[in-house]
Structure formats: structure tokens, C-alpha cells
């Protein structure tokens, strides 16, 4: 009789720690999943938002290549007006500082022209940059979801429909991740209400052999009381 009791209470720990053990790969893979989601998320959010500063920097090229032609035109006619006040024997001095001063700010407006233009190309050649990072990402996010897919397919709780393979596409992997969450918080729920019931099969045990009420204890420890009892 001792030996039956105590089998049984091994055998209530051995499928609580078995329950706990998928319970913990249900957790752990539901907080990857959910990471992987709040991620998709964030690059879609980037990647929507890529067309429109493409457009806005387009337009400032566009500004800065018209005022870089402009500034240059003006440059050429300060240059030129400056050239010929210098070999002009007939010249005034004070028309000559004039053109001299146009001329100077003629080059410190083209120079600035410049600067804008380079500064607007650069920030394109960056959102060229973003975009590929964003590409790139998607492809690993995309290889990610597989990789869990393989894992949570591994589980026997899980609806079949969660272990699909994701398909390819933000679109697709946030679908993917969204019903893989459900899935998983749904067999966490089953597992951790299956480990109840172990639980107290356990403590119920354990309390009508050791006559006393035992409902805060886990499987181990009704075994070990159980065991320090009937040994």
C-alpha cells in the first residue's frame, strides 16, 4: 500500500515537472514571438514611412540643384562684371569695391548652395542605406519566423495552423506572429490549468495520507513529505 502511495506521488511529480517543462518552452517561445511582433511592427512603421521622405528629399534636390544653377548664373554675372571694371580704365573705385563685395557674396551664396545640396544628398544616399537595412531585416525576421515555427511545431499543445510556415513579406510574418501568439497563449493557459489539476491531485494525496490539509504544496514536496512518512 505504501509503495502504491508512493509510486503515485512520484509518478504526479514526474508529469508536473514534464507539464512545467512544456509550460516553460510555451513561455519562453510566446515572449520570442511576441519580440519578433513588436519588431515586424517597428520596421513596418519604417518602411511606410520611406516614400514619403524620399519625396520630401526629392523635392529639396530639386530646390537645391535650382538654386545652385541660380547662385552659379549670379556668380558668373558678379565675375564678369568685376572682370570688366577691372580692365576698364574709366573705372570708379567705389564701383569697383561694389562689384568686388557682389562678387564675394556671390561665392558665399553658391558656396552655401552647396553645402544644402551636398547635405540633401547625403540624406538620400542614407534613406538608400535604411532601405536596404530594411530589406536586409526583413529577410532575418523572415528566417526568424521559420526558426520558431520549427520550434513551436515541436510542441504538443499547439494547434497544427500555429506551426505553418510564415510566408514571406512584413505583412505576412505580422499575420504569422499575431496568430502564433494566440496559439501559444491559448495552450499556456491549457498546460498551467493541467498542472493545477496535477497539483491538486498531489496535495489531495498527501493529505489524506498525512491527515492534514496540504493546499499550498507542489507535487515535490507532497512526494517528499509522503516519502519521510512511508519510508
Known amino acids: 500500500m505504501a509503495s502504491d502511495l508512493l509510486s503515485h506521488a512520484r509518478e504526479l511529480e514526474r508529469r508536473d515537472a514534464a507539464v512545467a517543462g512544456e509550460l516553460g518552452a510555451v513561455v519562453a517561445l510566446s515572449d520570442a514571438v511576441a519580440s519578433l511582433r513588436e519588431r515586424i511592427g517597428e520596421l513596418q512603421a519604417a518602411r511606410s514611412a520611406l516614400p514619403g521622405e524620399r519625396e520630401r528629399l526629392l523635392a529639396q534636390r530639386g530646390d537645391a540643384e535650382a538654386e545652385l544653377a541660380r547662385s552659379t548664373a549670379e556668380l558668373q554675372t558678379a565675375e564678369a562684371r568685376l572682370a570688366e571694371l577691372e580692365s576698364s580704365r574709366r573705372r570708379r573705385e567705389d564701383d569697383l569695391q561694389r562689384a568686388e563685395k557682389e562678387a564675394a557674396t556671390a561665392r558665399d551664396v553658391l558656396a552655401d548652395a552647396r553645402t544644402y545640396a551636398d547635405r540633401v544628398a ?33 510542441l504538443r499543445r499547439v494547434p497544427e495552423s500555429a506551426t505553418r510556415t510564415p510566408g514571406s513579406g512584413l505583412v505576412a510574418l505580422a499575420e504569422w506572429a499575431s496568430h502564433a501568439r494566440s496559439s501559444l497563449f491559448v495552450a499556456r493557459g491549457v498546460l498551467e490549468q493541467e498542472r493545477d489539476r496535477i497539483v491538486t491531485e498531489a496535495n489531495a494525496l498527501g493529505s489524506a495520507v498525512l491527515g492534514e490539509q496540504l493546499g499550498g504544496s507542489s507535487a515535490a514536496l507532497v512526494r517528499e513529505r509522503l516519502e519521510a512518512r512511508l519510508s
Open 122 to 154: 547625403g540624406s538620400l544616399a542614407q534613406l538608400d542605406a535604411t532601405e536596404r537595412d530594411v530589406e536586409r531585416e526583413e529577410a532575418e525576421l523572415e528566417r526568424r519566423a521559420a526558426a520558431l515555427a520549427a520550434e513551436i511545431g515541436s
